[in-house]
Structures are given as C-alpha cells and as structure tokens.
C-alpha cells in the first residue's frame, strides 16, 4: 500500500511558539491531503482539507489563522500551529488521498494515514 | 449525533480467542465502508475496504461483513494475538464526497 510519512514524529515546545509539522506521500502523488487532531479515547476529527495549490478548507471551529496549511506540491503538505498553547497539544495524523478505480462501485478516494504527530506544549 | 456507531466501546479477551466487533451506520447514500487498526501513538492503518455491492473481505485474521440494507458491519477477529490490543475504527464515506465519517472506535486488548 501507499506510504505516508510525517515529521516529527513527537514535538515538546513553549507555549507562545510555533511548530511545523510535514506530511509526505511517499510513492504516490496526492491531490488531496487532510489533516486531522486526535484526543485521547477519542476518534480522529478533520480539521482542514489541503489541495495542492490552492487554499485549504477548513472545518468548522478550526481557526485558519492558527493553523496554517500549506499543500506546495503534490507530495508534501504541511502544518503549522502559530503561537501554540497547552490546549493545542495534541496527536495531529494526516492522510494523503488517491483515487481508485474499483470497477464495481465506481471510483472511490483511498486515504492513506501517516503515524501521527505527537505535539506536547508546555 | 454521530453517523458511525461502534459497539463495544471497549473489550478485552484472552490471547488465541475470537471477537466480533460491531459498527452501524445511517450515513446515506454510502459508497464504502473501511475497518482501520490504530495502535497506541500511531496512525490508522487500513484492514479492509468494502464498497456496497460487497458483503465479506477478509485480510488475514480480520474478516469483515457489510449489509448495506441494515447499514451494520462486523470486524471479526480470529484466533487473536497480543498484537491486535489496539482500536479498531470503523469509517464510511459517501459518494464523490472526500470527507470521511468515523466511528469513536473499540478498543480491543488482548491479555495472555
């Protein structure tokens, strides 16, 4: 299967800083990336859609502003947290989309999961 | 509400026994179901892939069913081993749609 890689893989930072996070689809190009947080017990949830060249869009109480998007190229997308605080700390997963032509139900998008960013702010 | 329900929330069996985990749906129309495992600190990983017209997939160990008519899938897991303590996610997604509808997930722990 598709391999997507993300770095790095555990940050610690001070409240006030900003750390980036980059996920990389690694034998495949991906129109589509998405970003997703994760608390603990809880399931993923979407916080912003990327496509390669363009804006992202961002999911409904996710600040754009706070966490910058940036998809330059079809492999790599990243994520920045700007001015980050203890409530930002969190496991941010991406996932890098291909489409597949499955014959019987019709094409459908594939996502491929990258293993997490483990973001601490003190 | 939640368009994916799991069930249980969480259980635990002993090494080398069977399980059946549960996963209900309403999203609607519905293009593919998928089952991911997601371990500790890790990102999920696909287990399998059913798309409407399919009803069992089977990867190894894991075999999972689709009645699309009830909206219910099932992840049965085989002869278990400790290595399959993690959550299993159920996820469904719509047609042409990218946005993905995940369950809370049940997190399984295997104990010798």
């Known amino acids: 299967g598709a391999v997507v890689s993300q770095h790095p893989s555990r940050v610690i930072c001070k409240s006030g800083t900003s750390v980036k996070i980059e996920c990389r689809s690694l034998?495949?190009?991906?129109?589509?990336m998405f970003w997703y947080r994760q608390f603990p017990k809880q399931s993923l949830m979407l916080m912003a859609t990327?496509?390669?060249?363009?804006?992202?869009?961002?999911e409904q109480g996710v600040e754009k502003d706070k966490f910058l998007i940036n998809h330059a190229s079809l492999t790599l997308s990243t994520l920045t947290v700007t001015s980050a605080h203890p409530e930002d700390s969190s496991f941010y997963i991406c996932?890098?989309?291909?489409?597949?032509?499955?014959?019987?139900?019709?094409?459908?998008?594939?996502?491929?999961f990258g293993p997490g960013t483990r973001l601490t702010v003190l | 509400k939640n368009q994916v329900e799991q069930s249980p929330q969480s259980l635990i069996i002993l090494e080398g026994k069977n399980c059946t985990l549960q996963?209900?749906?309403?999203?609607?129309?519905?293009?593919?179901l998928r089952w991911y495992k997601q371990d500790t600190g890790r990102g999920p990983v696909s287990l399998t892939i059913?798309?409407?017209?399919?009803n069992t997939k089977s990867n190894g160990r894991y075999t999972a069913t689709l009645d699309a008519d009830t909206k219910q899938s099932s992840l049965h897991i085989t002869a278990s081993q400790l290595s399959d303590s993690a959550s299993y996610i159920c996820?469904?997604?719509?047609?042409?749609?990218?946005?993905?509808?995940f369950g809370a997930g049940t997190t399984v722990t295997v104990r010798a």
């Open positions: 059913m798309t409407f017209s399919e």
């Open positions: 990327s496509n390669e060249g363009s804006k992202a869009t961002y």
């Open positions: 996932s890098a989309s291909q489409v597949w032509d499955r014959g019987l139900g019709g094409d459908y998008n594939e996502q491929f």
């Open positions: 996963c209900n749906y309403t999203v609607s129309p519905f293009s593919n």
């Open positions: 034998d495949f190009q991906a129109t589509t």
């Open positions: 996820v469904v997604s719509a047609p042409n749609d990218y946005k993905l509808s």
